[in-house]
Nanobody
Framework: QVKLVESGGGLVQPGGSLRLSCAAS????????MGWFRQAPGKEREFVAV????????SYADSVKGRFTISRDNAGNTVSLQMNSLKPEDTAVYYC?????????????????WGQGTQVTVSS
């Protein structure tokens, strides 16, 4: 069993930065690809970023490419999402998720474990 807990959300002005963290408990280190997804009010959950088991491979949604960076610390069982140049349209609940594959996918139904989410609000 894997438990994921996100933290680091909050209110930030447009152009600002936030760093989200996802702490994993259980047998996770190096066993799962990890993804970040988000869901805005009234919208479907969407892919944000994914990082491979080893951390050597990453992939991003076009909407965040160049602004967000996903990273992982397998020793510490944590995955982070550094978000820069935030826009109002980045406002959403952000979820981290674990996928048993080596590289992960962009499809939320491929993920086996989910955190409870953390709210990110970008507003002036």
């Amino acid at each position: 069993q894997v438990k994921l807990v996100e933290s680091g959300g909050g209110l930030v002005q447009p152009g600002g930065s936030l760093r989200l963290s996802c702490a994993a408990s259980g047998r996770t280190s190096g066993y799962y690809a990890m993804g970040w997804f988000r869901q805005a009010p009234g919208k479907e959950r969407e892919f944000v970023a994914v990082i491979s088991r080893s951390g050597s491979s990453t992939s991003y949604a076009d909407s965040v490419k160049g602004r967000f960076t996903i990273s992982r610390d397998n020793a510490g069982n944590t995955v982070s999402l550094q978000m820069n140049s935030l826009k109002p349209e980045d406002t959403a609940v952000y979820y981290c998720a674990a996928n048993r594959g080596s590289y992960g996918t962009r499809r939320d139904f491929d993920y086996d474990y989910w955190g409870q989410g953390t709210q990110v609000t970008v507003s002036s």
